[in-house]
């Protein structure tokens, strides 16, 4: 069962993103503060969820009484600063579209830029042990999810509205027919393409 809070004394927002390991598209960010009393059922790390539970679940993170917000860093941002900077970065742009500006931030995973003057504690696995997290895991990926799949529209061969721009085989084989596009990430396809190369000589 996961917790409520680390600290009841003191608003926690749970911070958690989406999308790192892809080879198009942002990455997403979210941050959450979620009330002591609050209970939802279901709330777990999003990479447990199906799709239907994570829509139904997002829907009622959202009308409940918390104050959450979701960011993204592009795909260009994250060949100029890398993944892991990005990541840190749409979370910062998350927190700083809270109404209400927490006294402490759990973020899911080993690693954490600080963020102003507000002290952090990083939580491997966070999303299974901290609803704030959890629910931001959710927000993360369902809005990415979107995002991935309002793009599709434009490159429906990539197969983003199934893949949402994770290196599967199709991916990279459209990749390797039609070659990258204004969304991909140049650094991560890099890889991909030198092989190709290495292939052709």
């Not at 434009?154 to 085989?169: C, I, M, Q, R, S």
């Amino acid at each position: 069962m996961l917790k409520n809070f680390h600290n009841i004394n003191i608003i926690e927002a749970g911070c958690d993103e989406a999308g790192r390991g892809c080879l198009a598209g942002p990455v997403f960010a979210a941050a959450v503060i979620w009330p002591v009393d609050l209970t939802i059922d279901g709330i777990d790390d999003s990479k447990k969820l199906n799709k239907k539970q994570r829509e139904t679940l997002k829907e009622k993170i959202e009308k409940a009484n918390i104050d959450y917000a979701v960011a993204l860093v592009d795909h260009s941002s994250i060949d100029e600063i890398n993944i892991l900077n990005a990541s840190f970065l749409a979370m910062h742009k998350a927190l700083d579209q809270l109404t209400i500006t927490p006294q402490h931030l759990l973020i899911d995973g080993p690693r954490f830029n600080a963020y102003k003057n507000i002290e952090h504690s990083c939580i491997i696995k966070g999303d299974g042990k901290y609803i704030s997290i959890a629910a931001a895991s959710i927000l993360a990926k369902t809005y990415r999810d979107a995002y991935m799949q309002k793009i599709d529209l434009e490159y429906p061969e990539y197969g983003w509205k199934d893949n949402k721009g994770y290196a599967t085989l199709k991916h990279r084989e459209a990749i390797l027919r039609f070659g990258i596009t204004k969304y991909h990430r140049k650094v991560f396809c890099r890889n991909i393409l030198n092989q190709q190369k290495m292939l052709l000589k």
